[in-house]
Each structure stands twice: as C-alpha cells, then as structure tokens.
C-alpha cells in the first residue's frame, strides 16, 4: 500500500504542472503515457488536455498558444514515434525563442537495453534540440526537474525543454511534500537581465554621432513586451523602425516611423533602402541572420552596429560591433531612452520622412495588383481582403510558403503585440492550422485566421476534426495552386524554369474540410472574397476558404532572391 504521504510519479507531474498554472495541455495517447493520463483523470486539477491528430501539431499547438499568452506551452507524448513526431515543434519553438515544455514517456528503466518495443535514447534525440532536457530514472527528482524545466525555458533567451518518464517512474512513489512551484517561472520573460549603465552610455554617445540611424528589430522585442519603450526611443530619435518578419509587432506599423519589414522574405527596394542609406544600425532582440540581411549584404562593412540581445552569443556573430548590451530587450531600452530623453540635444534621424517614403513606395507597387480582377486570384488580393475585414486584435498564423512573405510585406499592423506568428527557424510546413489553434485556445477573444498552401493543407489537414471536436473557431485560408510553390519559384528564378517533381494534383480542400465537419467556400472570383471572409468570420465554429490562387512563381512576391 502506498504511503499517505506520498504520490506516484505520474500524479506528482501533474500536481507540479497545475502547481505552475498550466490550463491547456496538448498532446497524443500511448502505451508508455497510460499512468499520467489515469492520473489526469482521477486528479483534481485545473488542466484541460487536448486531444490531438499527432504529436507534431501538438508541439505547434503549444507553441503558439505560449506565444500569445506569455506563459509556456505544454505538450505530450509517448515514446518511440511519439518522441519522433514531436521533435519538429519543439526545435521550431527553442529556434524561435518559445518556452515550450515537451513532456514524453518512455519504456520502464527496468526494460532498458532488453530490446523493448520503441525504447529510444531520449536524452541523446532531444540534447541539440532542446535549452535543457532530462530523462528521469528516479520519481524521487520529478519534482525538482520540474522545476528546472520551468526555470530553463523562461529565464534568459526563453526555449524549448524536455522531460521524459519511463513507466516505471510514473508508478513509483514521490514525497508530496515536494510538490511545490516557482511563480517567477509561471510566465517569461522571467528574472530578466538589466544593463550595463556603461554600454547604454555608449550607445546614446553613438546615437548623437549618427545623422541616419535605423533600428532593426527582431523577436526580442515582441517576446519582452518593449512596445513602449521603443515607441518612446522612435519618437525622442524620430528613429525609423524597421522589423524582421519575426519582430513584426514591435512597433505598429501605422507609427509614422515603421519601416515595416526588412530583408529577403518580405522586404522590398524601398525599405532594403532605408537600411541602405543607413550611418548606424541599432539590431534590438535581433540575430542579424541570412534572411534579415539578404545573406550578410547589409549593413555595410564599416556601417557602426548596436546590438541588443538577451544572448551574449548572437551578439558579434555575425557583424564586428561597436556597443553591445547584453540585457532583455524591454529593460535596455528603458535604459536607453531615458538617457536619450536627458540628453536632450540628440540629433534627429529623419524617421518620418524616411518611413514614409518607404511604405509609399512599397503601396504604389502593391495596390494595382490588390485590386486585381484577375483569376486565379492574386495573393495580393487577399492581403488586402484581410486587411479591410479583420479587426485590429486579430491573429494571423501563416506558414512559411505563398503566405508568409505577402503578409509579411503587406498587412500592416494597426497596433503592437503579437498579432503575426509565422514559423521563421525552420519553416517546416503545416505549422499554420494547429498553431492557430494554440493561439485561439491562448486569446479566445480574439480572431484568428490561419493561412496556408495546399502544400501545408496536406501536413495538417489531420488537425481539421480537433477543431470541431473541441469547437475552435479558428478560419483557414489555403492558397490553392497544386504546387509546392517556393521550390517552384525557386526553380523558375535560379534553375532555369526546370521545374522538377514540385507539382501536385489539385484538392477540394473545401470537400475535405466538410468532410470533417468543418463549414467551407471555395473562392475564385476576387470580388467575393470579402463577403466570405465576413462570413467565414461570423460563424461560430471552424471555418475554411479554398481560394484558387496565382502561384509563387508567377507572382510579384516580395522575395528578393526571385528578382531579376
């Protein structure tokens, strides 16, 4: 008979996890996960698991509901291909900088090198994927591990971690006494760096030097909640502000110094000249990468770089660098603009007319194109069918093919916060439907629109019937092309037009969504696009548009790789 005073180790993670104020969970049943989920169900807790398709979307179910929250996401799964599925999610949200916790179950100790069915070496799989992870051979650690777990994936640069319990530790006994949590690591960023007062001294004194300084900013920003601060720093500069795709949301975009986006995937030649014409660079929460640079073509050598980054090792990757400051993004510009505002003599950077010029430009190529008639519909089309219909709170989750660049270059961000989620570290597809899930279940009040390929579509569609079982009200938005459009594009703009094995044959996505009870459009006329949008939106369940799109390769996208 078990002691009174002690719990199995399968009751004690869920204890710890209710204890960390964990609401919603997502994951996929197992063999090896049959004690947490007997524990899951006799326990009184405040959890509510949802039962996903597979183990992928359930880590990008966690993703983007910790994106939108600001406290960690939880999935789960078995072991053996369970453990295999999952990984995707977890390196997309430790890349990114997401607080994602990965449970996984595992064989028992006892069968460990016997050849039981789906035994893995967990901790080798998860160790480059992962900030920190563990495998637990004694129930006696669970609680402690826990607790690291929660303190590794909020405090400094935020990540994805992993824990995994054979069966046998899920059964053996903890001391309930244990059971106790840390409220600091409830959300992220926790226990965040301050500055050195010295590199914001520095930094001010490089700022009163420049006559065109821009600042680049990345996802640092968004994930520390600096929107104030750099509002602040843009108006007390008349700094102009560009973002990566990323670190869209750090600033709204309709603030007369937004740039908008920046870089291969979005950018356009009338932002890429702003940070042309540039005498200093400020990267804030920015790893300066082969995207946001165009392959390292900006800034140019002898440009002066500040970089601000909660990681002392993204800072002088990339780009010899004249102040760095090592701190969270919110705290450091806090910093900053206060010893900007007592300078008072700083010199402006011109940041109105500079931004200006920039979005007019970029308008002037984008509105012809948007009020297209033409069939199929152009991706622009619908950018601007988005705009007119969604309201300023919405969320838009889109992969990383025919969407992300247009919505990248063209929606523009009526307030700041995370309102764009997009899978920029690795760009696998079929991300965008289950994290708009995550992100619906995270902000229930707001709208949130997932957009995808067809290619994308086939990854995911799995996921349809979770939301209609759990009544999501999540719209999905497919670019119908039958193709997989980025190679394509790719191959037409590189390769010679020698398009090889990127098509595909066109899906009724439409029939498919139906079929798992879903209520579906299919759109290929432009003029209805928005009175479906409405609709689509107004329903009070799932809802999906099949709209017959102009593929990539054809298109004006905003890629500068497929410029001539």
């Known amino acids: 008979m078990r002691d009174a005073n002690h719990l199995t180790g399968a009751e004690a993670a869920v204890k710890m996890l209710d204890a960390y104020g964990v609401r919603h969970m997502f994951g996929l049943c197992g063999d090896t996960t049959l004690p947490f989920y007997d524990a899951l169900c006799r326990l009184d807790h405040g959890i509510t698991h949802i039962l996903t398709r597979d183990e992928r979307h359930a880590g990008y179910m966690a993703d983007g509901y910790a994106r939108v929250t600001g406290r960690p996401g939880i999935c789960e799964g078995p072991s053996g291909g369970g453990a295999t599925y999952i990984l995707p999610g977890v390196v997309e949200a430790n890349e990114s900088s997401v607080p994602v916790l990965a449970i996984t179950t595992d064989v028992a100790t006892t069968s460990a090198g016997r050849y039981p069915l789906t035994e893995l070496d967990q901790e080798a799989l998860f160790r480059p994927l992962t900030k920190w992870n563990a495998v637990l051979s004694d129930a006696a650690r669970l609680p402690a591990a826990m607790r690291q777990a929660f303190r590794a994936m909020t405090t400094g640069r935020p990540g994805a971690v992993h824990l995994a319990f ?277 902000r229930p009040e707001a709208p949130v629109v997932a957009l995808m390929g067809d290619g994308s579509f086939g990854f995911a569609c799995g996921e349809l019937e979770t939301l209609v079982r759990h009544k999501v009200a999540v719209t999905s938005l497919v670019f119908s092309n039958a193709t997989f459009g980025w190679i394509k594009a790719g191959q037409n703009a590189g390769f010679g037009q020698r398009f090889y094995n990127v098509d595909f044959g066109r899906t009724d996505h439409a029939a498919v969504a139906r079929a798992f009870g879903v209520k579906a459009w299919t759109v290929e006329d432009p003029a209805a696009l928005r009175p479906v949008l409405r609709e689509a939106l107004a329903h009070d369940g799932p809802t999906l548009i099949d709209v017959i799109a102009q593929p990539l390769h054809e298109a004006a996208a905003p890629v500068s790789e497929w410029v001539a």
């Open 166 to 442: 054979p069966f046998d530790v899920q059964k053996a006994e903890v001391p309930e006494a244990e059971i106790w949590a840390n409220p600091r690591h409830r959300s992220f960023p926790a226990s965040r760096a301050a500055p050195d007062p010295a590199d914001i001294r520095a930094a001010a004194d490089l700022l009163g030097e420049a006559r065109a300084a821009v600042a680049i900013c990345g996802g640092g920003p968004v994930i520390a909640g600096a929107f104030d601060s750099l509002e602040r720093l843009a108006k007390a500069l008349d700094l102009p502000v560009a973002t990566t795709v990323s670190g869209q949301g750090a600033i709204a975009e309709t603030d007369p110094r937004a740039v908008g986006v920046v870089g291969s995937n979005g950018g356009v030649p009338s932002t890429r000249a702003v940070v042309d014409e540039a005498d200093l660079i400020l990267f804030i929460g920015c790893r300066a990468g082969s995207v946001t640079t165009e392959r390292w073509r900006v800034p140019k050598p002898g440009i002066r770089v500040i970089h601000i980054d909660s990681d002392p090792m993204v800072i002088g990757a990339n780009y010899p660098t004249d102040v760095a400051i090592v701190a969270d993004a919110r705290l450091a510009l806090e910093a900053l603009v206060a010893e900007v505002e007592a300078r008072r003599a700083m010199p402006r950077q011109d940041g109105h007319r500079r931004a200006a010029a920039a979005w007019a430009a970029k308008h002037d190529a984008f509105a012809p194109l948007a009020a297209s008639a033409e069939s199929p519909i152009r991706p622009e089309a619908v950018i601007a069918a988005l705009q007119d219909v969604l309201s300023d709170d919405a969320v838009i989750v889109a992969d990383p093919g025919t969407p992300c660049p247009y919505v990248s270059a063209h929606y523009r961000w009526p307030m700041p916060g995370r309102h764009f989620i997009t899978n920029r570290a690795h760009g696998a597809l079929g991300y965008a439907l289950a994290a708009a899930m995550g992100a619906k279940i995270g």
